[in-house]
T-cell receptor, first 111, second 112 residues
């Protein structure tokens, strides 16, 4: 079974709005990563947050991690059409290098 | 930096044929991963190598699948014989230790 489960499965918003995606997991982790996948392409790493961190920023991205709730959120501010993609969380619960990916959130930014 | 290179990008074959997918990781990376992505099952880790040695192949579906990494700059994933249910996008990724993984563009495999 998938360790990470993203919510919602699909999200459609207007350009300029903020997009929030959530990820829940089941067991203890050392870190959690978020990846983006554009249609027909490979995954691209966005950000890594360690279990002792609560929040991390990278440009328009903000990631939070709540280990007590075993959940993480990815916020994309001031969305752009180019942000249209699928977003996946991945955890290392099964080993430092053995990432387990969720099913992803498909984000659509409407111009 | 060329990134992770995979070939071929597309492969169409008939059931029963042998399929070989190839991957060149990023120079200097010591870990290599093979994933399979389908609509039904999402992204699944098939096998990964550290320093050319297979560490975990528990995700390999069955004996028809095999993977090798003869040196630090090349890996293959072979399916023999192929079946229609093997149709998927196969990704190779590499990393330096337990950090972010860099994915290749994938090979879209269609088995008729």
């Amino acid at each position: 079974s998938q360790q990470g489960e993203e919510d919602p499965q699909a999200l459609s918003i207007q350009e300029g709005e903020n997009a929030t995606m959530n990820c829940s997991y089941k067991t203890s982790i050392n870190n959690l990563q978020w990846y983006r996948q554009n249609s027909g392409r490979g995954l691209v790493h966005l950000i890594l947050i360690r279990s002792n961190e609560r929040e991390k920023h990278s440009g328009r991205l903000r990631v939070t991690l709540d280990t007590s709730k075993k959940s993480s959120s990815l916020l994309i501010t001031a969305s752009r059409a180019a942000d249209t993609a699928s977003y996946f969380c991945a955890t290392d619960a099964e080993g430092a290098q053995k990432l387990v990916f969720g099913q992803g959130t498909r984000l659509t930014i409407n111009p | 930096d060329a990134g992770v290179i995979q070939s071929p990008r597309h492969e169409v074959t008939e059931m029963g044929q042998e399929v070989t997918l190839r991957c060149k990781p990023i120079s200097g990376h010591n870990s290599l991963f093979w994933y399979r992505q389908t609509m039904m099952r999402g992204l699944e880790l098939l096998i990964y190598f550290n320093n050319n040695v297979p560490i975990d192949d528990s995700g390999m579906p069955e004996d028809r699948f095999s993977a090798k990494m003869p040196n630090a700059s090349f890996s293959t994933l072979k399916i023999q014989p192929s079946e229609p249910r093997d149709s998927a996008v196969y990704f190779c990724a590499s990393s330096l230790g337990a950090h972010e993984q860099f994915f290749g563009p994938g090979t879209r495999l269609t088995v008729l």
